[in-house]
């Protein structure tokens, strides 16, 4: 009896190892024929979650039904013609099942001014920087900090912090967490490069290895299987220095003196660009404390 049972396991084994081969080479060949840059999502992607899938879709049908309302979006205009219409949708349809499997390697590298990828980020409300509005401000930042080299020393610290996550699970997948067989963030993980995981209790504390728009991120993550809410991480309080953008517009504020406490002074200018010429349009006494412009 024995000996007949394993010998019935003997022949089931190879159809489940090749069943497993032609799976994982499906998915390879999958993952291939879909994989895509952050470039090629934009500007489709439009729930900035770095897929076009459904939820785009969605987005797009409510542009449409309503894009000759007062309040009309016109996000999802892909062909610039001033309307969203069947045009977009079939542009639309061409990138449908688009995704970008990994993030963190799809996440230029050539950013190398964090203060317009982190202003591009708040702006466009997408978890990555638009490439079009990322250039546009780091070439007005890098006029403005020509002519005026003090401005060099002034960055953007934002709150939220970027690339940091709250998220709560809910107690069935608390409970599969503790048990070492909660799976449910794994994708996402991936996905956006987790750097690091840590556990109080049942929120996880998630540190990323770049910077992400931590409103939309805590929508992706809010949806997953198991969590009960994810949200941004603020970090400590206080404040300090900040660059603001409105239009054509760039106001730098500059901190000082306990900071930690929110800042006793701060003092700031602005600045229109336009036709690559900077123009100083306020600046304000170095002791007045929260400078508006």
């Not at 964090?114 to 490439?131: F, Q, T, W, Y």
């Not at 750097?195 to 992706?220: C, H, S, V, W």
């Amino acid at each position: 009896m024995w000996f007949h049972r394993k010998r019935n396991v003997r022949r089931k084994q190879p159809p489940q190892r090749r069943l497993r081969v032609e799976t994982l080479e499906s998915k390879r060949m999958m993952d291939a024929s879909t994989s895509a840059s952050v470039e090629d999502l934009s500007p489709f992607d439009l729930n900035g979650d770095l897929r076009i899938e459904l939820g785009d879709v969605a987005i797009f049908t409510q542009q449409f039904l309503n894009a000759s309302g007062d309040d009309a979006q016109l996000d999802a205009d892909f062909n610039h013609d001033g309307k969203v219409g069947f045009g977009d949708l079939a542009l639309l349809a061409s990138k449908l099942g688009l995704r970008v499997t990994d993030a963190s390697a799809a996440y230029l590298t050539d950013w190398a001014d964090n203060d317009a990828a982190l202003l591009a980020m708040e702006i466009s409300g997408k978890v990555l920087p638009p490439r079009e509005l990322y250039d546009k401000i780091h070439a007005d930042l890098e006029l403005i900090r020509d002519a005026y080299p003090s401005m060099r020393g002034i960055h953007h610290h934002p709150l939220p912090l970027s690339g940091y996550l709250l998220v709560r699970l809910n107690a069935e997948a608390l409970e599969q967490l503790n048990a070492g067989d909660f799976h449910g963030l794994d994708e996402l993980n991936d996905r956006f490069g987790l750097k690091e995981l840590r556990q109080y209790g049942g929120t996880l504390y998630l540190e990323f290895d770049r910077m992400y728009n931590p409103y939309p991120l805590a929508k992706i993550y809010a949806a997953a299987e198991g969590v009960q809410f994810a949200q941004p991480e603020f970090g400590p309080l206080g404040s300090g220095d900040s660059i603001s953008v409105n239009g054509n517009r760039y106001s730098f504020v500059h901190g000082y003196g306990d900071c930690l406490a929110g800042c006793l002074f701060s003092e700031g200018w602005s600045f229109d660009v336009e036709n690559d010429t900077v123009v100083v349009v306020a600046e304000s006494d170095p002791q007045h404390i929260d400078v508006e412009f």
